[in-house]
């Protein structure tokens, strides 16, 4: 009976071995999926092109290192014109680049490509800029001519 009573102890360890592997298994991708570093806040706003809605595109917000800001970079759409990046993708405040990408909407298609967003209405501008540590409305203002275009950032009420 004694030796019956030590393998029941055995085998109870191991299920205990077991269950804390699996438990750790099942913990370990929730490590580091908790907020981390500086509050980022919520931008969004209106894209124009010669004062018409850019009607598909991107705006890349990356933290200006020149500046001692290393924030993550954020890649925002453009459609018709908006774009929003909510606060868990958004900026954190400080100085940053932005760079706005500009095409026409219509989509394009061939042997061997697809592009969703069209044809470049002009190539990438960029500019500086220094964001508020709190929720922002923005307007970029893309200006000129198709080949030697000029960013402008005005931030709104």
Known sequence: MEA???????????????????????????????????PRYRVEGEATFN???????????????????????????IDAGKFTAA????????PYIVQ???YDGVKQTGVDMIVPEGLPLFPEVQTKIDFPTHDAR????????????????EILP
Not at 14 to 28: D, K, M, P, Q
Not at 87 to 94: A, I, L, M, P, T
């Open 87 to 94: 606060s868990e993708k958004g900026v954190v405040g400080g």
């Open 138 to 153: 923005l307007h970029l203002k893309v200006t000129g001519t198709a080949s030697e275009p000029s960013l402008a950032v």
């Open 51 to 77: 004062g018409s809605p850019i009607p598909k595109g991107f705006v890349l917000f990356s933290g200006d290192a020149t500046q001692q800001n290393d924030a993550p970079q954020t890649v925002v759409p």
């Open 4 to 38: 019956n009573v030590n393998k029941y102890c055995i085998d109870l360890n191991r299920l205990r071995s077991l269950v804390c592997l699996a438990t750790a298994a099942l913990a370990l991708p929730l490590v580091g999926c908790g907020p981390t570093g500086p």
């Open 100 to 102: 706005v990408k500009g």
